[in-house]
């Protein structure tokens, strides 16, 4: 399998590959074994590298670090079905990971999809998430409400619509080297949030057989399921972190999320985008680290 190997990378930690139910996850682990595990859940269209300016402060803070390449990415498995990349199954996969690290709980940190499957996992699953921290990816209710009532919403998740096509989509993506995924991340980020040597990392994830098509599956299989969750409200302490210059989701989302949490926090950043991990990876961990002592209050 190629992909994007940490070998590749400065990034500390070591690869492994994780069996975790019905699919094996390729992740990269750092970290004291003792430490706090801290799940980092990435999302579209990036893999584990989306932390890899996070992997160091975290781990010299003594947390022991997860970060997978979620179901479909990079060099983790890659079901063909549609159906496979249901948000259950996609949850189930988390659950499995602790699982397999041998944590009974984690605190879960998610970007965009990853922050869905991170909401998810505290919806259905509450006990194996210690702390919640989802940046720029909406509660699950709060995003589906808006999409019904808020047509500026609807307008700017237009591509969800597209990825609904058959081959078109992963046929677009592929042109003159990726230029779209590239152009998209590039026009909708801070200026230097990624460089070069960033996208020809996500350009060989990309390239693994299958891995678009399975990106894609994601956003297909939330479409046809109509999946909703079980439950609203949302019991472990919860950190809402958001960029308000995201170009996908409206920033009144971030309030509406964190109004279904019973111990929620809401940290909205004015000069931040979609992507404030890359933009503000310090500051991320500073606010991280504040919502992991939390879970330590009486």
């Given at each position: 399998m190629n992909g994007l190997e940490l070998s590749e990378t400065d990034c500390p930690g070591t690869a492994t590959s994780l069996e975790v139910g019905e699919v094996?996850?390729?992740?990269?682990?750092?970290?004291?074994d003792d430490g706090e595990p801290v799940v980092l859940l990435?999302?579209?269209?990036e893999c584990w590298y989306a932390w890899h300016?996070?992997?160091?402060?975290?781990?010299?803070?003594?947390?022991?670090?997860i970060a997978p390449d979620q179901r479909g990415y990079n060099r983790s498995d890659k079901p063909r079905p549609v159906s496979a990349y249901r948000p259950d199954a996609l949850a189930r996969d988390i659950s499995g990971l602790l699982d397999a690290v041998g944590a009974a709980d984690a605190h879960v940190v998610g970007h965009d999809w990853g922050a869905l499957v991170a909401w998810w996992l505290a919806l259905h699953d509450p006990d194996r998430v210690r702390t919640l921290s989802a940046l720029n990816v909406p509660h699950p209710t709060a995003f589906r409400r808006a999409l019904v009532s808020d047509p500026r919403q609807l307008l700017r998740s237009w591509y969800a619509l597209?990825?609904?096509?058959?081959w078109l989509p992963e046929a677009a993506a592929r042109f003159d080297n990726w230029r779209i995924a590239v152009e998209s991340m590039a026009d909708t980020s801070r200026p230097?949030?990624?460089?070069?040597?960033?996208?020809?990392?996500?350009?060989r994830?990309?390239?693994?057989?299958?891995?678009?098509?399975?990106?894609?599956?994601?956003y297909r299989a939330v479409v046809r399921e109509n999946a909703r969750p079980r439950r609203d409200r949302v019991d472990p302490p919860t950190l809402v972190l958001w960029g308000a210059e995201d170009a996908f989701l409206r920033r009144s989302l971030a309030a509406k999320s964190s109004a279904y949490c019973d111990r929620g926090r809401l940290v909205l950043w004015e000069d931040a985008t979609h992507w404030l991990h890359h933009e503000h990876p310090g500051r991320v961990v500073d606010q991280l680290t504040r919502q992991f002592e939390i879970a330590d209050e009486p």
């Open positions: 094996t996850l390729h992740a990269v682990v750092a970290g004291p990435h999302g579209f269209p300016d996070l992997l160091g402060p975290l781990t010299a803070a003594g947390y022991r670090v597209f990825f609904q096509l058959p230097g949030a990624f460089d070069t040597v960033d996208f020809d990392r996500y350009r994830a990309w390239n693994v057989a299958g891995a678009y098509r399975s990106m894609v599956h994601w």
